[in-house]
């Protein structure tokens, strides 16, 4: 059982973004493919198997984007990309891992073919790989925004196995979760797009805004699809969440507007784990009841808001404009 959110019929696409920095993507693909080269020969393979999953790549896209509405003409955007997509992998390695997750973009999870031993190291070299070619960028600022950004992501992760299966979580300590977790990548990818064009202090922060804001929205998002959505959409099985016991926004808005026999049942669910076939249909209807999910986008909506209003300061270009739908466009996988 899904429930189909209500969206606007005429739904966005990031056509403009990838259009944007097409030909700077055929490079950072030539040099994602490049580096996962090892003599040994399981990193190429683990590390491949995630990385021709057809992910989007939107956060390598968005550095290339800030990069050019920021007029930078150089090289270096070209592997801080590359460096932010290997941030990216490496963390999903390392996340299916800790969720013992066995889907990851519609294909089996890596740790599923090859173990969770190899997923955790394939994904340490992806890192170690990303910081060599942050260094050979020469920015100490950039490599400063990417490096800072790697402990707070763990800490983001550390912070959600605490508040894992405790539905006595607070929205405010559940928005900490994902902005580590999430949005500091985001937030990162966009700032140093900007830092390579060595635009005013202000703008720099207003890049980073918009990564910031749009990764909370990208995340609310997947809150609200892990029970709203579809298979297909997700890459992994609606209410994997709701199966691994995690805290989302949707329970938690339900769970705080919900009677003591509702919160009964959520604290069984995901603090015990006593999960039957059953459960994931009766979940939904108590989302549906208090309006969890349409609320979780609707707070979704308000920080993609935020996201463009931080661009405000760039004049009208095409990457302010590709910036602009991308945000509609992440909006719009709720529908």
């Known amino acids: 059982m899904a429930l189909v959110l209500p969206f606007e019929p005429n739904e966005p696409s990031i056509e403009a973004l990838v259009a944007l920095v097409k030909a700077d993507m055929e490079r950072v693909n030539a040099a994602i493919l490049a580096r996962t080269g090892s003599d040994v020969a399981m990193i190429p393979e683990v590390a491949n198997h ?42 999903l390695l390392h996340d299916d891992v800790v969720d013992e997750s066995d889907m990851r973009r519609g294909k089996l999870a890596a740790r599923k073919l090859w173990g969770n031993e190899a997923s955790v190291l394939v994904g340490d070299f992806l890192l170690g790989q990303a910081f060599r070619m942050m260094v050979e960028v020469g920015s100490l600022t950039c490599l400063d925004i990417l490096s800072t950004a790697a402990c707070v992501i763990a800490e983001g992760e550390v912070m959600q196995l605490a508040a894992a299966k405790n539905t006595q979580t607070s929205e405010d300590d559940y928005l900490a979760v994902i902005r580590g977790k999430t949005a500091e990548l985001f937030a990162a990818a966009c700032e140093v797009g900007a830092v390579l064009g060595q635009r ?27 029970y709203g959505g579809s298979q297909a959409k997700l890459g992994k099985n609606v209410g994997d969440d709701f199966r691994e016991g995690k805290i989302t926004l949707p329970v938690l808005l339900a769970f705080r507007r919900g009677d003591e026999k509702e919160r009964a049942f959520w ?69």
Not at 200 to 226: H, T, W
């Open 50 to 91: 995630l990385i021709s999953s057809g992910g989007k790549r939107l956060r390598p896209m968005l550095t290339l984007a800030c990069a050019a509405l920021s007029g930078y003409r150089g090289e270096g955007h070209i592997k801080l990309a590359a460096s932010v997509e290997f941030m990216h992998t490496a963390t």
């Open 267 to 335: 604290q069984r669910c995901l603090e015990k784990g006593e999960v039957s076939d059953a459960d994931l249909a009766q979940a939904i209807g108590l989302l549906t009841k208090h309006r969890a999910i349409a609320d979780t986008v609707e707070r979704a909506r308000h920080y993609g808001a935020i996201a463009k209003d931080a661009l405000a300061l760039f004049p009208a270009c095409p990457a302010k404009d590709a910036l602009m739908e991308a945000v509609d466009f992440c909006l719009s996988r709720a529908h």
């Open 200 to 226: 005013p202090k202000a703008e720099q922060a207003a890049c980073r805004s918009y990564g910031m804001n749009l990764g909370i929205a990208f995340q609310l998002v997947d809150d609200a699809l892990d």
